[in-house]
């Protein structure tokens, strides 16, 4: 049985389930190194689950060392690292937990648009890479362009923060939120909700492969101070390199009024479309 880990975050637990799917396929017995093995309980194969590490493992299913590449996704570089060939599907096969959850959210007969709470970047609380956080009031803007359109669900744990330029601040939280389910969510309720929304919106974190899993429309909003960072780490977190599917899109976080409305609407279109389907 092989060992597998990747970063160690909830986006990165995602990202390797989308790997470790396909070893099963290919008849791996796996190992896998995580502190989310809710992420992967559904998989039907030989697993087991280890407390999260970085070494030893037999299979590293990571991007970090992609980063300065172009031409692949975060995806993709994960199972370039882990063995696979780049450009497979990353999609995740879920059913549903809190099925009290999932009806409560269908009862309320609009689009579910579910908004990632503003965090430090990284998980991290020593300043490291703290201009990567966008503007939220930008995302606050895209919040106010979707009242009445959707059903906008906040998810996230942790302090809701903001970068005042200098350094992270408390933040008050966003108006408009229909249901904050904030920091009251477990793994599998975050899973569920992912598997529910119709669309996302927020910034680069565990809210992209959350809806990637799922083929799932996503707004990022991007930092232009981070694609300006003196960090190269943080310069090379483009959109561009990070985001793998067509209908995942990005906005920088000084877009005038009028961009950032271009970009709701084209998420509330991708979103009718898929209510269409």
């Not at 998980?123 to 956080?133: H, K, M, S, T």
């Not at 939220?136 to 895209?142: K, L």
């Not at 362009?145 to 966003?174: C, H, N, S, T």
Request: overall charge positive; aromatic content about 8%.
């Amino acid at each position: 049985m092989k060992s597998i880990r990747g970063g160690r975050g909830l986006g990165d637990a995602i990202y390797v389930a989308g790997v470790v799917r396909h070893l099963l396929a290919r008849g791996e017995a796996l190992d896998i190194c995580t502190d989310f093995p809710d992420v992967y309980r559904q998989m039907q194969g030989r697993l087991r689950f280890s407390a999260y590490r970085r070494r030893p493992a037999d299979i590293v299913a990571h991007y970090t060392t992609r980063r300065h590449m172009p031409g692949s996704s975060q995806f993709d570089d994960c199972c370039v690292t882990a063995g696979l060939p780049h450009g497979l599907e990353f999609r995740l096969d879920w059913k549903p937990v809190n099925l009290d959850l999932l009806e409560r959210l269908k009862s309320t007969g609009k689009p579910i648009i579910a908004v990632q709470m503003p965090r430090a970047p990284f998980g991290r609380d020593d300043g490291y890479g703290v201009e990567f956080l966008p503007d939220v009031y930008t995302i606050q803007r895209a919040i106010d362009v979707l009242r009445g359109r959707a059903f906008v669900v906040q998810i996230g744990q942790g302090k809701p923060e903001r970068f005042d330029g200098q350094r992270l601040m408390p933040f008050e939280g966003y108006h408009g939120i229909d249901l904050d389910l904030a920091n009251r969510t477990s793994v599998c309720d975050v899973m569920d909700i992912g598997f529910a929304a119709h669309g996302f919106l927020g910034q680069c974190s565990f809210i992209i492969p959350l809806a990637e899993c799922f083929a799932k429309p996503v707004l990022l909003v991007w930092s232009r101070r981070g694609l300006k960072s003196s960090h190269e780490v943080v310069r090379q977190m483009t959109p561009q390199k990070i985001l793998h599917r067509p209908t995942s899109r990005a906005v920088i976080d000084d877009c005038s009024d009028q961009e950032l409305r271009v970009s709701i609407n084209a998420l509330c279109e991708q979103v009718g479309s898929a209510l269409a389907a």
